[in-house]
């Protein structure tokens, strides 16, 4: 095994971020400030998106994947300020450990069915209506907190005795479906809306089609997001089981995964007319 795996493993790495002084200093104060946007940014952004949600007409039950999301977001926020102060509190560690599941498995999942929510919608609105009463999403959203506690349990429990092997291969094994399954959906929805609809034709600039145009940018803008988000981890997940260096990719991954998670509740601002500034143009 090469030295940068060998340090990957060793007692002095800080597991649940993987990120070593020595090894990794070029990158020490990059990664201090992405941590510190992410608290200080992050936080403020999701609690102001869940207070969108909570208090518009039927937000919670037509953004319910959403809201639970930008939950998960909140605490996955906090794995950045345990990080910060673990120097002084190194029992906080622990508590990153944990909710590091939260980041591996719950934000992808709802993201999965936020997707998968828009597939049907487009693909296939029949279907869609009789899956869309809010019993419905209760029950997807319990069975998916379900498993991101045993992903916490697992991310504590393997990163507390350093089975870093365990660790990159449940990463592997929920990003690349996860990353399949997000592509399908986005990648069949652009499909769908780059389609002309029966009586479109000819009635370019029309409000259907600027609509039409506007959904399939935040389609692609969510495709490229899942994307750069999933594909940097993967890759790395790879070169470590090979036993390669992964002292460049390992930051870009994580610094890549973080500022990702920024990007729906951005949009969702967006579509709310939050964003003044985008909303004028």
């Not at 039927?58 to 909140?74: Q, R």
């Not at 906080?92 to 997707?115: D, H, N, S, W």
């Not at 319990?142 to 916490?152: E, I, P």
């Not at 996860?178 to 399908?184: E, K, N």
Request: proline fraction near 5%; charged fraction near 10%; include cysteine.
């Amino acid at each position: 095994m090469n030295n940068s795996a060998e340090n990957f493993t060793s007692p002095e790495v800080h597991p649940s971020t993987n990120f070593t002084t020595n090894d990794f200093s070029p990158f020490v104060g990059l990664r201090i400030g992405v941590l510190c946007f992410h608290l200080l940014s992050g936080v403020p952004i999701y609690a102001y998106v869940l207070w969108l949600i909570a208090t518009r007409r039927n937000g919670v039950a037509s953004e319910f994947f959403n809201f639970n999301l930008n939950v998960c977001e909140i605490f996955f926020s906090l794995t950045s300020l345990a990080f910060l102060l673990s120097e002084r509190f190194p029992g906080l560690m622990t508590l990153q450990r944990f909710l590091l599941g939260l980041a591996i498995t719950v934000r992808p999942l709802f993201q999965c069915l936020i997707c998968s929510e828009r597939f049907m919608a487009v693909l296939h609105p029949v279907d869609f209506l009789k899956f869309k009463p809010f019993r419905y999403k209760i029950v997807c959203s319990v069975v998916v907190w379900l498993m991101g506690l045993g992903s916490c349990l697992f991310c504590m429990f393997s990163l507390l005795s350093f089975n870093m092997y365990a660790f990159t291969w449940f990463i592997l094994i929920q990003f690349l479906p996860f990353l399949f399954i997000q592509l399908f959906c986005c990648l069949a929805v652009l499909r769908a809306l780059k389609q002309l609809g029966p009586g479109e034709r000819g009635r370019v600039g029309g409000e259907e089609n600027h609509m039409k145009r506007k959904a399939f940018y935040l389609i692609l803008i969510i495709t490229v997001t899942m994307v750069i988000m999933f594909t940097p981890f993967i890759v790395m997940g790879f070169l470590y089981i090979l036993q390669h260096d992964i002292s460049v990719v390992l930051p870009i991954s994580f610094i890549c995964f973080i500022l990702a998670g920024f990007v729906q509740p951005i949009l969702y601002l967006h579509r709310a007319g939050k964003l003044s500034c985008f909303c004028s143009s």
